[in-house]
């Protein structure tokens, strides 16, 4: 993989090995509206975007309407999920003495998908009014994820990780880390 961030003559715009057109697009308006201000002798930063560069991002006939109808769709499906899980998980719990786990993974879109976990009980943290921790079983314990498939080291953002990588690794090494 080349480490160096090459640019096209025709378009102006970076090109990394492997990274669709789309991305880089989305990069270059990111970082056009985008800033960051490190004070000296500070360990972390925090790069600052303009408030709707996300809508403004959309493709085109996708209104920020519709990703919050989608959004909100979302939260309920996930609300559904766990109910689901929760609801057919006691009652094979009470039938099933031995079942300490059920779980779901409903697909979405793509390769996106919900998933949701039951466990019959798990130790949890307990603090007192002291501000003091203990632990205690906790009964019917729930954990329910929307899975995006590009948000984890696959796809794109695999591309991305492994171009940054290597381009950190060779750029910090030069600046003498």
Partial sequence: MT?????????GRPEIEGVKPEVIDMYTALRADSTIDVPKGATTAKVEVAKGVYGR??????????????????????AAT????????TDQMIKHKSLERVTVEIPTVGKDSFSATFDRSRQVPDRN?????????????????????????????????????ARAAEALDKAGK
Wanted: glycine share 14%.
């Fill in 3 to 11: 480490t160096a961030t090459a640019t096209k003559k025709e378009t």
């Fill in 82 to 89: 766990g109910l689901l899980v929760g609801e057919v998980g």
């Fill in 57 to 78: 991002l959309l493709p085109e006939g996708i209104t920020q309407e519709i990703v919050e109808t989608v959004r909100n769709h979302d939260t309920l499906f996930a």
């Fill in 129 to 165: 009014a002291e501000g003091g921790a203990t632990t205690r079983t906790k009964y019917g314990s729930l954990g329910v994820e929307m899975n995006f498939y590009g948000a984890k080291s696959r796809g794109q953002l695999l591309k991305v990780k492994e171009h940054l990588g």
